[in-house]
């Protein structure tokens, strides 16, 4: 029989409140439920970029097998549906996709992908910033100039029917959540806290180039080239918008959505485009789930921008 069956009785003892003690046992309770819940989260992030960068992969090398069927079918002199493919060169990292965007309406726009070029690095915000797009070289061996926010240049003054819109809804995009860029990865100092971004556009992005951690091993390269992504990345971001922004707001990535489907979206100047994201940028908040705008605002500043700025 165990010999410690009665406590020690001290009257001088103050009595513990139940009421307290009920409530130090639930806020310990609730702070282990936000662990775990942290940790799942985190977790589910992580897989959910592991995932992003080997579909950008596959996609890479499957272009890279039917570059090497394409060759091999000509070679033999055997006529193949494939020869009216686009001729990408097998490379580890090529440039942006010229598929315009917008031309079926079916989707925004249409990201690409870079090939594994460095593990465990978190880029600078100058790597996807749409500054830096000017870096990127096209299929031509040219450099692509940025189209909505160079400092010059024939793309500069355009209308947005004559541009990439592919190109021109990544700058818009990018532009508007550059304010997350910061805490993109969340704190490094608690890295089982998630970040609550892997479904914004930069991360999507970044995951697809293969930077799926937020520790700093290497710096990141100086510019980046992409290959052709699936187009349903930025339609899942899409469809799931809804469920990142409340009533009243919107995603970066709705709000291009909405621009583009504007009857007058082709006759938009580039200039405009970029004035507005501009603007947007710095009306966007973030409540640690991404950027969000609201919509009266938003509807504010494409009256100000596309429509009062096109009459004076």
């Given at each position: ?16 409140n ?6 130090a046992q639930?806020r310990r309770a609730?702070?282990?439920?936000r ?7 985190r ?6 970029a592991?995932?992003?960068s080997k579909e950008?992969?596959?996609?890479r090398e499957?272009q ?11 070679q ?7 020869d009216n493919m686009p001729d990408?060169a097998?490379?580890d ?7 315009a ?19 465990n690095?978190i880029?600078?915000p100058?790597?996807?910033s ?6 990127f ?9 940025p189209?909505?926010?160079g ?6 003054n355009?209308?947005?029917s ?6 021109a809804?990544?700058e818009?995009?990018l532009k508007i ?8 990865h969340?704190d490094?100092?608690?890295p089982?806290e998630?970040s609550n971004?892997?479904l ?24 980046a ?15 799931l ?9 919107m995603t970066p990535i ?5 621009i583009r489907l ?9 200039r405009?485009?970029?004035?507005l ?14 950027a969000v705008?609201?919509e009266?605002?938003?509807e504010?500043?494409?009256y100000?921008?596309l429509?009062?700025?096109k009459m004076?």
């Open positions: 029989m165990s010999k410690n069956i009665f406590r020690i009785f001290n009257p001088g003892e103050p009595k513990e139940p009421v307290e003690k009920r409530r639930l609730q702070q282990t439920y662990n775990r819940k942290d940790r799942y989260t977790t589910l992030e992580e897989e959910l592991k995932s992003r950008a992969e596959l996609m499957n890279q097998l039917r570059n090497a069927l394409q060759q091999l079918s000509q033999q002199g055997i006529g193949m549906a494939i990408y097998p490379s990292s090529v440039a942006l996709s010229r598929t965007g917008s031309s079926n309406g079916t989707s925004p726009f249409y990201f690409s992908d870079m090939s594994s070029q460095a593990q690095t880029p600078s100058q790597l996807i749409p500054e830096s797009f000017n870096t070289p096209v299929a031509d061996g040219h450099d692509r100039a189209i909505l926010f400092q010059g240049g024939v793309a500069y355009c209308r947005v004559d541009v990439d819109q592919v190109v809804g990544m818009f995009v959540e550059e304010p997350c860029l910061d805490h993109l969340g490094l100092d608690k089982f998630p971004h892997a914004s556009a930069s991360s999507q992005l970044m995951a697809a180039c293969d930077y799926p951690s937020p520790a700093i091993s290497s710096p990141p390269p100086i510019s080239t992409f290959n052709s992504l699936p187009t349903q990345m930025l339609e899942r971001l899409l469809s918008a809804p469920d990142l922004s409340s009533e009243g707001e709705q709000a291009w959505n909405t504007r009857p007058d979206f082709g006759g938009l100047d580039t405009s485009l970029g004035a994201a501009r603007k947007l940028k710095k009306a966007v908040k973030c409540h640690g789930f991404g705008v609201k009266a605002v938003f504010g500043l494409v100000e921008t429509i009062t700025g004076t």
